[in-house]
């Protein structure tokens, strides 16, 4: 391949290509796992990036607020096609989902206090915590490398969850606290812990 | 009353906190859509978040039944652009920006202490929604072997959540 690293521009990948794609990946990434559904289309099926400029792109999408699937499709898309390109992206892995739950929000509306769907809905949610945490677990031992982390984890929740103080001081409060730890030592990479 | 500025405000103020996912906002958007502007109910909110958790797409896409819900068609279309224009505007402008910012020894720094506190966030948030959804022993065992499962297993999340629904047909379903 003849891309260099800051231009991955694909002048040859029309917006309608990147609309599909990204809208086939918002209408069959069922149960969550959005990230294999992108990596599967944009790096096995499409070729538009390979698997180190993946991760690259995700762990930004990470970082940043904003949710995985429509931060990597801002992303991806503009890498692609600039502007327009991170549009398209973001309008189709947005608007399957968009459309069901409009539709799921006005037919919980109607019926959602019928006893048997209170029961169902009832086992939806717990399950769903089931799988919530999960995937933030799953997350966790991929991102966190030191037992430090742990204590600005564990910090996070307290403040949120036992002090009641409000997710924006906790974020940026602990973070602060947390970049400040991870400060750039001496000129060379991270420090590596102490 | 015209719900759609705070509709705007609500939500262009929530998607700035979902660092990590969405679950981060999670105490926030309990506590502005039920508490503050009475949108929906506790109940209400979790049953659309774990149902939002079933659907293809961004696992937030719940927003759109609760702007559908305070200001019809217009509130659904202004929630979802409220929620996502500013943090694709960020990426955006970050994303371009990124690779530039590779010898500025902070960026590192930032990452490695962003990632601890938004798992910490995202912790908080699932603590915040088991209050609400794990309420005695068949939920929590529910929540406890769909987690075990999952971290064990490659299986479709949707199903396990399918299997939930199923479980709480036949436990909760005769009162």
Known sequence: MNNTPNDTSRSDVTLGEIFRAFLLIGATSFGGGVVAYLRSSLVTKHGWLDDEKFVELLSISQTLPGLNATNMAVLVGDRLRGGPGAIAAVCGVCLPGALLMYAVGIV???HGDRPLVTAMLHGVAAAAVGLILATTVQLGRRSLQHIYDLIFVAL???GVNRLHLSVPYVLLGVGALA???YRPRGGEKEGLGR | MNQIPALIR???YLS???VGGGMAAFPELEILTVNVHHWLTFPQLIHLYSVGQMAPGPNMMMIVS???WAGGVTGAVVVLIAFFLPTALLTFVI???WSRLEKWPWRASIQRGLASVSIGLLLAGCFTMARGAVTGLVT???AIVVFTILLRSRINPALLVLGGALIGLLAFGGD
């Open chain 2, 16 to 18: 700035l906190l979902t």
């Open chain 1, 156 to 158: 996070a929740v307290i």
């Open chain 1, 179 to 181: 970049i400040f730890w």
């Open chain 2, 66 to 68: 609760i702007g559908e």
């Open chain 2, 95 to 97: 994303g371009r920006l």
């Open chain 2, 10 to 12: 609500v939500f262009a």
């Open chain 1, 108 to 110: 919980y509306h109607v």
């Open chain 2, 140 to 142: 929590a065992l529910i």
